[in-house]
């Protein structure tokens, strides 16, 4: 997707018309946040502090997941859930009432076109009779 975006900008800023004009703004506006990124990373060292956040913050994740098996505990947590889930669907036939109501629903939205469609034929009977009638 992203390389089809960039053959599309590309194509655009040839374009001598509102097209071309807006995808080169678009790419200065581009080129100007990337050097303003830049400068901001050079005075504050944002990247590098990120870094060592997220080595941090994993670490620490790790930690307490061996402290407390929280990876284990939640994949538990996660599997009863969905069989609990599972269970009430089953019980209260939840698949089996939902398709019941959706037969239902589409059942009527066709009787409704089913009358739609012989009110409109019987129409157009009457007015060929009249039609008919009127020649005559």
């Given at each position: 997707?992203?390389?089809?975006?960039?053959?599309?900008?590309?194509?655009?800023?040839q374009r001598n018309d509102a097209w071309g004009d807006s995808a080169r703004?678009?790419?200065?506006?581009?080129?100007?946040?990337?050097?303003?990124?830049?400068?901001?990373?050079?005075?504050?060292?944002?990247?590098?502090r990120s870094r060592?956040?997220?080595?941090?913050?994993?670490r620490r994740?790790?930690?307490?997941?061996?402290?407390y098996n929280i990876r284990t505990k939640t994949i538990e947590?996660?599997?009863m859930a969905w069989e609990i889930t599972c269970e009430f669907v089953t019980k209260h036939k939840l698949i089996q009432r939902s398709?019941?109501?959706t037969n239902t629903a589409i059942m009527w939205i066709?009787?409704?076109?089913?009358?739609k469609i012989q009110e409109s034929q019987?129409?157009?009977?009457?007015?060929?009779?009249?039609?008919?009638?009127?020649q005559h």
């Open positions: 997707m992203g390389l089809l975006l960039g053959f599309a900008a590309a194509y655009a800023t703004a678009l790419g200065h506006v581009a080129l100007t946040a990337q050097e303003q990124a830049h400068v901001v990373n050079e005075k504050h060292n944002l990247v590098e060592r956040v997220a080595q941090q913050t994993l994740a790790h930690d307490l997941d061996r402290k947590v996660v599997h398709l019941d109501g066709m009787e409704q076109l089913e009358k019987q129409r157009r009977e009457q007015e060929s009779l009249q039609s008919n009638t009127r």
